[in-house]
């Protein structure tokens, strides 16, 4: 067994007992699982990359389990925590995706999936903004930067994908079409009255937004490092 495999195969075992105890309204250790997933999938990551991190991608996983500690503690000021640490992780993924990516250039028969993409995009944007900010405070605006930064990292994925068709396009599509997901069930969450079935699908997202998120950082440093071997 490579070294790496054990933490994955705890990663995936936390994220399965998440789904049990979500289903079963166990939520104490529903949190107990939860808090093992970040852990884990970074401890994949750090083998799987021979313990060499770069500055951004530490950052990111950084502010990844500050703003998954805000949400498991569940305290007066966590939603807002969560929210402008994942704000800060997204503003650094974008900042990964424009420095490390090439142009997006659009051909014809790209035109009708991007504006499909960019209706999609829009109409998400402002329908779960306007579900969140009914309830009026003094933080509208930090929602507002967070859901057009979401956006635009998100039509920056899904456009890259559609123009290059690469795997690792494909990676950022997943990751994001992920936290898309996980950030609106979490309204939901708040909007509707308590369901199972929207926590469970919140969680099992975001989750699922951690691994895609260690892929694409593998992927892009075993690029990386062909084109060293090649050079």
């Known amino acids: 067994m490579k070294a790496n495999k054990p933490s994955l195969i705890l990663f995936f075992l936390a994220l399965v007992l998440t789904i049990i105890f979500d289903w079963t309204e166990q939520d104490f250790l529903a949190t107990y699982s939860k808090a093992i997933v970040l852990p884990s999938i970074f401890i994949y990551f750090l083998i799987s990359r021979q313990f060499k991190i770069r500055k951004i991608e530490g950052l990111i996983f950084l502010f990844c389990f500050i703003g998954n500690v805000f949400d498991l503690m569940d305290v007066e000021i966590s939603e807002i925590g969560g929210v402008i640490c994942f704000l800060i992780v997204y503003l650094l993924l974008f ?122 950082f593998l992927e892009k440093a075993k690029r990386k490092k062909k084109r060293i071997v090649i050079q």
């Open 95 to 216: 900042r990964l995706f424009i420095t490390e990516h090439q142009k997006i250039k659009l051909k014809k028969k790209d035109i009708l999936p991007v504006s499909i993409v960019i209706i999609f995009i829009v109409y998400l944007l402002i329908s779960v903004l306007a579900m969140k900010l009914d309830n009026l405070d003094n933080y509208n605006f930090i929602y507002v930067i967070y859901g057009i930064v979401l956006s635009v990292i998100s039509y920056f994925s899904f456009v890259s994908y559609i123009t290059k068709g690469t795997f690792i396009t494909l990676l950022m599509s997943l990751m994001m079409m992920s936290y898309i997901l996980s950030d609106i069930f979490y309204i939901f969450n708040q909007y509707f009255s308590y369901s199972v079935v929207l926590v469970l699908i919140q969680d099992i997202t975001q989750i699922l937004a951690y691994y895609f998120m260690v892929e694409y």
